[in-house]
């Protein structure tokens, strides 16, 4: 497919368990973005990375949290330890380094912490 | 950082009635703006960026640096453009894009 894919669509996580999620941009897409959208609320920014360079990572909300992007291509989003506060959706987007250029999105992880 | 304000989190109008959604910023540089919609059950989607001065849907939206505003605006709203609308804007020295929380339209018959 052509567009940017997350897998798993769903994912139940007892309290502790590890989780990761993973993102495949489209091809070619130099910067790839991770946001958190709770219920209700506005994608939050976790962090961003152009090629495999982690340029931003201050939206990650504790050291639970870590990215990785190693080829410059897929990434995973890694949440260790997951707690309830974790639920939400998690979404991906990428998109290519031009000015004004276009975000594509990920249909998200849908992230169940019990 | 920068940051993107909708004050808005609801917004009703009545199918023909104009609506504006609103949309300010905070940034020290040079502003790529944009606004994204989700229709029910879709994935968020590029809905008309600043850059291109463009019309989609008969929607606008014009970039007004005095007021640091990128409000969305239609003349005559349709049942169909009930949505999610979300404003975003992109640092232009390395595309780094931030979000605001949305603003939820319902357009009522």
């Known amino acids: 497919g052509a567009g940017v894919s997350q897998s798993p669509r769903y994912k139940v996580a007892k309290r502790g368990q590890d989780v990761a999620l993973r993102c495949d941009p489209i091809?070619?897409?130099?910067?790839l973005f991770w946001y958190q959208q709770a219920l209700g609320q506005g994608p939050e920014f976790l962090t961003y990375?152009?090629?495999?360079?982690?340029?931003?990572k201050s939206g990650l909300p504790s050291d639970r949290f870590f990215a990785e992007r190693p080829e410059g291509s897929v990434s995973t989003l890694k949440i260790q330890r997951t707690q309830q506060e974790d639920s939400a959706v998690y979404l991906c987007?990428?998109?290519?380094?031009?000015?004004?250029?276009?975000?594509?999105f990920g249909q998200g992880t849908r992230l169940t912490v019990v | 950082a920068q940051r993107v304000t909708q004050p808005e989190k609801l917004l009703s109008v009545f199918k023909g009635a104009p609506v504006e959604l609103k949309c300010n910023y905070s940034?020290?540089?040079?502003?790529?703006l944009f606004w994204y919609v989700q229709y029910s059950r879709q994935r968020l989607q590029l809905l008309l960026r600043?850059?291109s001065r463009e019309s989609i849907k008969g929607f606008t939206a014009d970039l007004n640096k005095g007021e640091t505003s990128f409000h969305l605006k239609k003349p005559f709203a349709q049942e169909e453009d009930s949505a999610m609308y979300y404003c975003?804007?992109?640092?232009?020295?390395?595309?780094?894009?931030?979000f605001g929380a949305g603003t939820r339209l319902t357009v009522k018959p």
């Open positions: 975003a804007l992109a640092r232009l020295d390395n595309n780094d894009m931030r």
């Open positions: 940034y020290s540089g040079s502003p790529e």
């Open positions: 990375f152009q090629n495999e360079a982690q340029l931003d």
């Open positions: 987007a990428s998109s290519l380094l031009d000015r004004g250029t276009e975000a594509f």
């Open positions: 091809s070619g897409h130099v910067s």
């Open positions: 600043h850059i």
